[in-house]
Every structure is written in structure tokens, then in C-alpha cells.
């Protein structure tokens, strides 16, 4: 397999505290994202609450990215050889990639539905799909 191991940014010390950095930044961000979960679950729903449900599904999104990154600091403070384990930062890339994605859809998404029951709050069943207009109790 053809591979061109990248040139090391941090080395040593320097990497030692960059990734510990990196890891606090990413568990305090882990523990936020937990808390406000726990804080706004009460509140999402169908309908106008719609946007709280999906708030959390941003939430959680962000967590698994931040898991990976948790992961990936990791690996850089193990030192794991990039073209050995060439798959394994395949797959971990994959995974942060498709979370950006995922975080730009679902702010679109919340952003339309939001426009929709702005502009026309009375009317905004008529434009929405049905599975949207439903109250859950």
C-alpha cells in the first residue's frame, strides 16, 4: 500500500500538551453537551418544540464528535503509525466528517422549520409534513 507517513507537527513535550489540551477542552465540551441535554430534554416535542429536538440531536451529534477527537488525541500521544494503521484513521476521519455534515443538515433543517413557524405560526401545518404536526404527550 502506498502511503507517505505526514510529518509530525508537535514532538515531545509538545505534544504531550497540546493533546492533553486538546483532550481537557474536549471532556469539558463532553460534559456541557451532557448538561444541556439533561437541561432541554424536557422541552422537545412536536410542533414549535420541534427545534429543542432537534437541538439535542446537534448535542449529540457534537458528542460523538468530540468522543472521536478524545480518540484521536490518543492515538497521537501513543504515537500510532499512521501508514500501519492507515484504515483505523480512515474510519476515525469518516466518523468526524460525517458529524460536521451532520451539525450543517440539522442547523439548516432547524432553520427552516423556524422560518416556517415564524412567518406563518398559524398556517405552518400546511406546509409541514404531518410526522412534524404530531403531539406527543
Request: charged fraction near 10%; hydrophobic fraction near 55%.
Amino acid at each position: 500500500m502506498y502511503c507517505i507517513d505526514p510529518d509530525p507537527v508537535f514532538w515531545g513535550n509538545t505534544r504531550t500538551i497540546s493533546a492533553i489540551s486538546l483532550i481537557t477542552i474536549a471532556v469539558v465540551s463532553l460534559g456541557l453537551h451532557g448538561l444541556f441535554i439533561i437541561g432541554v430534554r424536557r422541552l422537545a416535542g412536536w410542533k414549535s418544540s420541534f427545534s429543542f429536538a432537534l437541538l439535542i440531536s446537534m448535542s449529540m451529534v457534537s458528542i460523538t464528535r468530540f468522543l472521536v477527537e478524545i480518540v484521536c488525541d490518543i492515538l497521537a500521544l501513543a504515537y500510532t503509525d499512521f501508514c500501519a494503521n492507515h484504515h483505523l484513521f480512515t474510519t476515525l476521519g469518516s466518523i468526524n466528517a460525517s458529524a460536521y455534515f451532520t451539525v450543517i443538515l440539522l442547523t439548516i433543517l432547524m432553520t427552516i422549520h423556524r422560518m416556517i413557524y415564524t412567518i406563518c405560526a398559524t398556517r405552518a401545518s400546511t406546509f409541514l409534513f404531518p410526522s412534524l404536526m404530531k403531539v406527543r404527550k
